[in-house]
């Protein structure tokens, strides 16, 4: 499977930007999806994640409440939606996959294996 992250831009504090991430291959529908991000001389933090069928999302604390994944297994993308954005959101943005069963819920621990590059998103204040 392949990931490929877009959306990234630049936007002013309070700002919103929606990510996609496409999954492609044969497989694809079968893959739990993260995002990571990572700050300019910062290590890369989980932002959020969603099961294969979309019935489980999770959230690091820092985006709750402003960020909602979701996705579309028609189109093969999961969306990463991004509101009130603040400058400290700056970083690149990668997307991450993992086949797993039906019932597997992902964590921010969850080892993904297929990665995509990244896009950047920068929040001027």
């Known amino acids: 499977v392949q990931l490929q992250a877009s959306g990234g831009g630049l936007v002013q504090a309070g700002g919103s930007l929606r990510l996609s991430c496409a999954v492609s291959?044969?497989?694809?529908?079968?893959?739990?999806v993260a995002w990571f991000r990572q700050a300019d001389g910062k290590e890369r933090e989980f932002v959020a994640t969603?099961?294969?069928?979309?019935?489980?999302?999770a959230y690091a604390d820092s985006v709750k409440g402003r960020f909602t994944i979701s996705r579309d297994n028609a189109k093969n993308t999961v969306y990463l939606q991004m509101n009130g954005l603040k400058p400290e959101d700056t970083a690149v943005y990668y997307c991450?996959?993992?086949?797993?069963?039906?019932?597997?819920?992902?964590?921010?621990?969850?080892?993904?294996?297929?990665w995509g590059q990244g896009t950047q998103v920068t929040v001027s204040s």
């Open positions: 291959g044969p497989t694809s529908s079968r893959y739990a």
């Open positions: 969603i099961s294969r069928s979309a019935s489980y999302t």
């Open positions: 991450a996959g993992k086949a797993t069963i039906l019932s597997y819920t992902p964590t921010p621990g969850t080892d993904f294996e297929s």
